[in-house]
């Protein structure tokens, strides 16, 4: 098992809808998940942070997790086509090394006008 | 407040010359963190460093690859005698706190030819 899983889609989303990206890790004892967003040739870009179980809510961009089932979500709202984009998931834990965040291989994101 | 500075922001070595990767911090952050991103991969963890102590290099290749963060100066990632394999984008990431995600510079593209 990969220590964070993401489906590396691509995932297609007409504008104005939902976007859902899934996210999910092996280290039990995680306990700091990232969502970054990276546009093709750039760096990656913190969006999203979440430390403890629900749901946290930043204009567009809400992040779930559900640390019992080693989870962790990310819903864009009206997505918009500058939302297209690969959305890596990072997670801290002990298991990874406190002092190092472990990403997905990302899923790439199309928004369809 | 200037963003994590990285340079140059392109590299093109011969196989066997040495590359060298500069890296300023956020001010302020004293935690530097290198990551290396091949084509379509995810970014894969080399070393994390505080001012003049190398404080996790599990993630680097144990030959031809070092890096230092000086009491003066930015870090340095140093690749010796590169080989085609080590053409790819890395990527220095400063955080005021481990437990913090990081602001990523705007990378280096190394290319080996």
């Known amino acids: 098992q990969k220590e964070v899983e993401q489906n590396s889609g691509p995932l297609s989303v007409p504008e104005g809808a939902i976007a859902s990206l899934n996210c999910t890790y092996s280290d039990r004892g995680s306990q700091s998940f990232f969502w970054y967003r990276q546009y093709s040739g750039k760096s990656p870009e913190l969006i999203m942070s979440i430390y403890s179980n629900g749901d946290k809510e930043d204009g567009r961009f809400t992040a779930q997790l559900n640390k019992a089932s080693q989870y962790v979500s990310l819903l864009i709202r009206d997505s918009q086509p500058s939302d297209s984009a690969t959305y890596l998931c990072?997670?801290?834990?002990?298991?990874?090394?406190?002092?190092?965040?472990?990403f997905g291989t990302g899923t790439r994101l199309t928004i369809i006008p | 407040n200037a963003g994590v500075m990285q340079n140059p922001r392109h590299l093109v070595r011969r196989r066997g010359q040495e590359a060298r990767l500069r890296c300023s911090p956020m001010k302020g952050h004293s935690h530097v963190y290198w990551y290396r991103q091949l084509p379509e991969e995810g970014l894969k963890f080399m070393v994390y460093?505080?001012?003049?102590?190398?404080?996790?290099e599990s993630g680097m290749p144990k030959e031809r690859f070092s890096a230092e963060f000086p009491k003066e100066g930015p870090s340095i990632l140093r690749i010796q005698q590169v080989v085609r394999g080590d053409s790819a984008a890395y990527f220095c990431?400063?955080?005021?706190?481990?437990?913090?995600?990081?602001?990523f510079g705007s990378g280096t593209r190394l290319t080996v030819v």
């Open positions: 990072a997670v801290n834990g002990p298991n990874f090394g406190n002092e190092k965040l472990t």
């Open positions: 460093l505080q001012k003049e102590n190398i404080i996790d």
């Open positions: 990431a400063s955080s005021p706190d481990k437990s913090y995600g990081y602001t």
